[in-house]
């Protein structure tokens, strides 16, 4: 018999019925009587303040009840406390191509978008700032007053001391690295609905509620009750299906904000949907991020120092920005043993919608970056890849040297996983012109171990009941956005009580029902929100092992659950030809009656069925409840230097993977065979969703590695709908082989940790690594796109590579089809200041002024 | 616009609707029929969630008027199958099933689009090769799988078609 009943196996994930049917809700699939439907107006600008909005002639189109604007709800917010910058509609000015302007509410779809047509919104340009390198020298007009020179954040590190490492190196390299801005794109288009409802004291407008299509309903209930000047104890969110999020409903949307707004000035429930465009300017993605880095090793391979200067293009709000900068210096620790590290990061602030949270955040362009490195200084001293890998691992348990404590450390097992799978030593460097093989690692945090807000308060507790019919009822605050937490939580509760799984049931992501949990982002839940599930049905199991030890007259440390039995230790296992049925399910009013009158006339027996020591434990000692929080160690919670509290996590997961590509030399194009990737999850508790979600996230680091990019000109996003932004379709995705490693984490629930980020960031450098396998040429740009590739194989022709390094022009696409988005096909953008130094050069003229 | 009323049929029966004649066939779906299964995911056709069967053939409901596919006076008209109309006999069909059983749906999200093109495929051609399994599903997009678990998910229906339902499990 193995040692768990219920985790380790591969289960279906509980609401799959529902996403398979069709008959699971999504926000936009959710509808109230009398609900009106909002439309928002956006900026044509990306950069000007806002003259006048007059709205007479949308107001009097019929079926249109009101219009709402950034005078509505002025109060400032952003996810970070030290980034409220935001409002969910313009006040002053608007900041970026597709920037909130008013919002429609009417009576239909229709109805709101004629309207918006007719809102007079007279703007005056200002200069606008597009990239970050010219955006920081900014003198005048700054994106937000109170950041001068546009900069949103720098932060400064140095750990050991870098200039004597860099002296003992043997060998120095030193390039810039470029990865462009990529998004979330997940299926579902962002959709709130919102509803107040009167209060029977005052007659006004009081409880609201709202449904949403986000990773963390209680920071919304947060942010909504700062905007709204509401109580959070009269707001309540619940978060429906959501359909994917990555991140990019980690924080909140302004449309979360304006639907709320809108029903209470409509008087009416309200929901927006974005469309698919507006999704792309909502974006809060990966930004585009330029690594100079310098990296020096020894002879024997070991790395003496590594000096990273980080810029990111952060778009026009500051976001989670803060926390992107310092997790792209932190997590250059807990992969590899670095002794000197030196980490200047600037996040800085342009005229364009503001990145955020994205799989794997800010740790995937700069581990792209120092993989790509790595991979040329293990050339440069002619060692194996894998070796210069091997020769710099961490030996844990161990604190390094940025302060990030590593215990479970199970990257020396995926590289060996992925050597094995890929038959690397038999085939690397040997495939001949055009096919080649490369390698990357990655890592990630299992959730951060310190919280936005900064307190002491758990980060997750959860809630469990079980009445008299022995339904398991399990209330937790997780956010399942397609990863399976329900099932994760499920699964947990199940094994700690030794009952099925089809005896519980998940109550989720509802503020009014579920106690906090922070939210889904930073791979925290399995870790966090699975200890308190632990804990809280642990607390239930020794109520119920008391009530049994009780009944069977032993001592509760003899009482085992498992398989829906509740056994006494030593004595022989008898079935009940009432045990659960394939389902789990069991003739529970019948048993309970019948079995109870039994056991009067028995006396005590070796052996109860749950939901009999279920009713024993109630009766035993009353309501039959739990709880369960978790809070990270102190121990684990980093260093003290300023920033520090970005980085540290409980435990972090690793990930080493072999990609296997070939290259067209006269095309340029670049396609991926194969993958091999291993991942240390700590322990699996649902296999088959620790592979899939090890697939998605090496799958969506490939989209990042070969096809997808936002392009911008002039502010403008050229390519904002899934046709031109370039997902890999079925046809273009490779076979991807999963390995998973187990290194069984002290502090993870059952040992697991995270497994749906981590594998993302390992995939990017692997591709390129085989890039320079397959035809000896370096792509130091991200995504490595048939142009980029020419170009490479162009520069290195013509040895230019000196050239090539300094200007990242020679690499920019060319060959993109374009369409620019609803604002481009009527004709309006990208319109600026004829004073806008972007503007030098380009034909049209602008049109100032009345929209 | 003014309405008019039109008979759709819609998952083997004839359903009314009063819609605007410029009505899209997912919108009305969603909006008029509540079947809300058939999801949107982009502006321009590119996604394949709000995929349909029209009289067996995999289209996309965002880009149909639906008064196009009114029935006539006889209630002769295309049959529209949404996914709602893919589980058989009260049960869910064996697609449907393994899809939840070997990890085919994360968010579920584009799902209905998936289970629709594949029960067209799977009635075209009952046993198809890896190459036709990847071709049939690039024109609908999913943002969590990477596919390798559909792929898995279809031929495990494969087999529970031959061989019933119980194989389909893991």
């Known amino acids: 018999m193995s040692e768990f009943s219920v985790i380790g196996k591969p289960v279906a994930l509980i609401d799959s019925a529902g996403k398979t049917t069709g008959a699971g809700k999504y926000a936009d699939d959710l509808t109230l009587p009398g609900m009106l439907i909002a439309k928002i107006l956006h900026s044509p600008y990306p950069h000007a303040v806002i003259k006048r909005i007059d709205a007479t002639r949308a107001l009097a189109v019929d079926g249109v009840v009101t219009i709402v604007t950034g005078h509505d709800a002025p109060n400032k917010y952003g996810i970070l406390p030290v980034g409220h910058d935001e409002t969910a509609l313009a006040v002053d000015k608007v900041r970026y191509v597709g920037d909130n302007v008013a919002c429609i509410v009417a009576e239909s779809e229709s109805v709101a978008e004629r309207a918006l047509e007719l809102i007079d919104a007279e703007y005056e340009p200002l200069p606008a700032y597009f990239d970050p390198e010219e955006s920081m020298k900014a003198t005048s007009d700054f994106i937000h007053a109170e950041k001068p020179n546009n900069v949103e954040k720098d932060y400064h590190h140095v750990f050991g001391d870098p200039d004597q490492g860099f002296r003992e190196a043997a060998y120095i390299l030193e390039d810039r690295y470029l990865a462009n801005e990529v998004t979330h794109a997940a299926m579902e288009p962002h959709s709130t609905l919102a509803s107040f409802e009167f209060d029977s004291q005052t007659g006004q407008p009081g409880r609201l509620t709202v449904w949403s299509s986000t990773q963390v309903p209680y920071y919304l209930q947060h942010k909504l009750s700062i905007v709204l000047e509401m109580p959070m104890a009269q707001i309540r969110v619940i978060k429906p299906l959501v359909g994917g999020g990555f991140g990019g409903k980690s924080e909140i949307i302004p449309l979360e904000i304006i639907t709320a707004v809108a029903a209470r000035k409509a008087k009416a429930p309200v929901k927006i949907t974005y469309t698919r465009e507006e999704v792309f300017w909502a974006h809060r993605g990966r930004p585009r991020t330029i690594v100079d880095l310098k990296t020096g090793v020894r002879k024997d391979g070991r790395i003496t120092a590594v000096a990273a200067r980080v810029i990111q293009d952060g778009g026009a709000y500051c976001s989670y920005g803060v926390v992107t900068i310092l997790y792209s210096g932190a997590l250059l620790g807990a992969l590899y043993d670095i002794p000197n590290i030196r980490y200047d990061g600037y996040r800085v602030l342009t005229n364009k919608p503001a990145c955020g949270a994205m799989r794997g955040h800010g740790t995937v362009n700069v581990r792209f970056a120092f993989e790509s490195q790595l991979d040329e200084l293990a050339v440069a001293i002619h060692m194996d890849p894998a070796e210069i890998r091997r020769v710099n691992l961490l030996k844990p348990p161990c604190i390094t040297i940025n302060g990030l404590r590593v215990q479970s450390y199970g990257l020396p097992e995926c590289i060996d996983k992925v050597l094995q799978g890929s038959e690397w030593a038999s085939r690397k460097g040997k495939l001949g012109r055009g096919r080649g093989l490369g390698m990357g690692c990655s890592h990630y945090v299992s959730g951060a171990a310190n919280s936005i807000i900064r307190s002491d308060m758990p980060h997750s507790t959860v809630n469990i009941k079980i009445d008299r019919d022995g339904g398991v009822v399990v209330y937790t605050g997780a956010s399942d956005i397609g990863q399976g937490s329900d099932t994760m939580i499920a699964q947990i509760v199940a094994e700690v009580l030794g009952c099925t799984l089809a005896r519980v049931k998940v109550v989720a992501a509802d503020t009014d029902l579920t106690p906090v949990d922070i939210g889904s982002y930073s791979s925290r839940v399995t870790f966090m929100n699975g200890n308190a599930a632990k804990r809280a049905a642990e607390e239930v199991k020794q109520k119920i092992v008391t009530a049994a030890a009780r009944k069977m007259a032993c001592a509760p440390e003899k009482i085992a659950m498992r398989d829906d039995l509740v056994t006494k230790s030593g004595a022989a296992l008898v079935l009940p030809d009432t045990a659960a049925s394939v389902s789990g399910r069991v003739e529970g009013q019948i048993l309970r009656h019948s079995v109870q009158q039994k056991r009067k006339d028995e006396g005590p027996k070796d052996q109860m069925s749950f939901e009999e020591a279920v009713v024993a434990a109630i009766d035993f000692s009353a309501a039959l409840t739990g709880t369960g929080s978790y809070a990270p160690p102190a121990e684990a919670r980093g260093g003290k230097h300023k920033g520090a509290g970005v980085g540290p996590s409980p435990a972090y997961s690793y990930s080493a993977q072999v990609a296997e590509i070939s290259v067209d030399e006269e095309t340029g194009v670049v396609t991926v065979h194969k993958i091999w990737a291993a991942h240390d999850c700590g322990r699996a508790l649902n296999p088959v969703s620790v592979e899939g979600q090890v697939i998605g996230s090496v799958w969506m680091g490939l989209g990042q590695a070969l096809q997808e990019e936002m392009v911008w000109k002039d502010g403008l996003l050229m390519n904002p709908g899934l046709l031109e932004y370039k997902s890999p379709s079925a046809v273009e995705s490779p076979e991807i082989i999963t390995y998973i490693v187990e290194s069984i984490d002290p502090e993870g629930p059952f040992g697991a940790k995270e497994a749906s980020e981590g594998s993302l960031a390992a995939c990017i450098p692997a591709i390129s690594n085989a890039i320079f396998d397959a035809i000896g040429v370096r792509l130091r740009e991200a995504p490595f796109t048939p142009d980029r590739v020419l170009a490479a194989i162009k520069a290195r022709n013509e040895a230019q590579k000196a050239a090539f390094r300094g200007s990242n022009e020679a690499s920019k696409p060319t060959q993109f089809r374009e369409h620019g988005g609803s604002l481009w096909f009527k004709g309006r953008g990208p319109m600026r200041h004829p004073a806008d130094p972007a503007r030098a050069g380009a034909t049209n003229e602008p049109d100032a002024g009345d929209d | ?170």
Not at chain 2, 18 to 33: F, Q, T
Not at chain 2, 89 to 103: E, L, N, S
Not at chain 2, 131 to 139: M, N, Q, V
Request: aromatic content about 4%.
């Open chain 2, 1 to 170: 616009m003014k309405k008019e009323l039109i008979e759709l049929r819609v998952n083997g029966r004839s359903r009314e609707v009063a819609i605007e004649p410029s009505k899209l066939l997912l919108d009305a779906l969603r909006e008029d029929l509540q079947l809300t299964g058939s999801k949107r995911g982009c502006d321009d056709s590119s996604c394949g969630a709000c995929t349909v069967l029209i009289d067996g053939t995999p289209m996309l409901s965002c880009t149909m008027i639906a008064a196009s596919l009114s029935a006539d006076d006889e209630g002769r008209g295309p049959e529209i199958t949404t996914v709602e109309g893919v589980a058989e006999h009260g049960a869910m069909a064996a697609i449907q099933k393994a899809y939840g059983d070997w990890g085919g749906a994360q968010c579920g999200y584009c799902t209905p689009g998936f289970i629709m093109t594949v029960k067209a495929l799977l009635e075209r051609n009952p046993e198809p090769s890896d190459e036709d399994i990847r071709h049939a599903l690039s024109g609908n997009l999913c943002r969590c799988t990477g596919y390798t678990q559909m792929y898995q998910a279809i031929k495990a229906a494969i087999r529970a078609e031959q061989e019933g339902i119980a194989s389909a499990g893991r």
